[in-house]
């Protein structure tokens, strides 16, 4: 009887462990009848990965468990912030070699986004398995994008390790227009696309995506034909997340980059990577990045007040560095399921001058995908009718998306 007992109070507890998410890096470690693993076993393996390529309870390096069962890898990738992530938004990242393993290390952020057919000579498969955080101004789906460009031209498979998306439980926010293609958008697709990243390739894949330019304000595909002919002899393999939802929470077994430090701004991102294009301050430089807003020209009611300071290999030179700023004290606050646009308008209405509140480029302009938000700020429109012009846009790209979705 005590026997009965003790093991109906350990179902519970089994079934749970049995339904904790199985990130794609894992997958492939634990199922070696995977067919990626014929050429794991036999070729030379280049990786497309950073500090969040990891895996297990210790969150050991992707590149040391395959190394340690006698995987060949010849070239590490690393996007914006590094291999090791240790470099700021925007720094240089340089090529080099991974100290721990000897492994040479070229940089897709800069002036070399794409590799080239030089870099990926000798390759015979491509690991890509990094930590999206499901906004489109992340770069690390622009590196994706490029990395897809270059093994379809040089006829290496690709295999996208996948991992759960944070925001992926929404849609929402302007659909990118043509004139605003940028490394912080490269795609029509809104703010938050609620995709993991093995989903957005498959659709950036399907969709023809490859290889789009644009002319003028329209975006300009490869016809079909060009495409089929272009993608012959490349394969995409997702492999996939296990016990996996796009409503499943997730907490992030290490931060994606230095100024994303933890779960809450990173649901708090979406709303205020926006104020990257304006001159008030979100956070660099203090210990809650990406937490806060503020300005030395806020001049609202009982104001939240920092002081940016300079951080090593996380904020070198932060906006507003060793001014105080006000503004607001978002550390509490609670995420939506939306882009919260609240902080924006309170931001821009007591801000003065506002004609300093916007830098002096286009930059905010690419952020939003779209010159409108701009302009519906400066006007004070209120939110819901902001919010209610991404409406046709958004139902246009939700039909896309749905033909690419692995997960519920």
């Known amino acids: ?17 049995q339904d904790t998410i199985v990130t794609g890096a894992e997958h492939l470690l634990s199922d070696t009848s995977l067919p990626v693993w014929e050429t794991l076993k036999k070729g030379k393996i280049g990786i497309v990965g950073n500090q969040t390529s990891v895996v297990g309870e210790n969150n050991t390096h992707l590149v040391d468990t395959l190394r340690a069962k006698g995987v060949r890898i010849t070239t590490i990738f690393c996007p914006e912030h590094g291999f090791r992530g240790q470099a700021e938004a925007g720094a240089r990242v340089q090529d080099g070699k991974d100290a721990r393993t000897g492994i040479p290390i070229i940089s897709l952020y800069g002036k070399n986004k794409k590799p080239s057919l030089e870099q990926l000579k000798g ?35 690709l295999v996208i390790l996948d991992r759960p998306n944070p925001n992926a439980h929404y849609v929402d926010g302007p659909v990118l227009k043509a004139q605003y293609k ?9 703010i938050v696309y609620g995709m993991t990243i093995g989903e957005y390739g498959k659709m950036v894949f399907g969709e023809r995506w490859l290889w789009m330019t ?46 994303l430090q933890n779960d809450h701004a990173i649901k708090l991102y979406p709303s205020l990577c926006l104020f990257e294009g304006t001159n008030v301050s979100v956070g660099r430089g203090t210990k809650w990045p990406f937490e806060l807003l503020g300005t030395p020209n806020y001049h609202g009611s009982k104001p939240f007040t920092f002081t940016p300071v300079a951080i090593p290999g996380v904020s070198e030179n932060p906006p507003f560095k060793e001014q105080l700023c006000r503004g607001l004290d978002l550390r509490s606050a609670k995420p939506l399921p939306q882009i919260d646009l609240s902080y924006l308008i309170t931001m821009y209405r007591y ?38 012009s991404w409406q046709r846009e958004l139902k246009q790209f939700s039909l896309i998306r749905s033909r690419y979705l692995i997960y519920k």
Request: aromatic content about 14%.
């Open 1 to 17: 009887m005590k026997r009965l007992i003790l093991l109906l109070f350990l179902l519970p507890l089994f079934s749970f462990a």
């Open 182 to 190: 940028s490394f912080v958008g490269m795609h029509p697709v809104p």
């Open 351 to 388: 801000t003065n001058p506002r004609s300093d509140f916007f830098l002096k480029n286009d930059f905010f302009s690419k952020l939003a995908g779209t010159a409108t938000l701009r302009k519906q700020i400066e006007k004070f429109v209120p939110e819901d009718a902001i919010r209610n």
């Open 214 to 259: 644009t002319e003028k304000d329209t975006w300009k595909q490869l016809d079909s034909a060009t495409y089929a002919q272009r993608i012959r002899k490349f394969s995409l393999t997702v492999v996939e997340l296990q016990h996996y939802t796009h409503a499943t929470p997730y907490a992030l077994p290490v931060a994606p980059s230095p100024n």
């Open 123 to 157: 390759i015979d498969l491509v690991l890509f398995d990094l930590q999206d955080v499901g906004c489109r101004f992340y770069t690390y789906i622009s590196t994706l994008t490029y990395v897809m460009e270059a093994c379809a031209e040089a006829n290496v498979p």
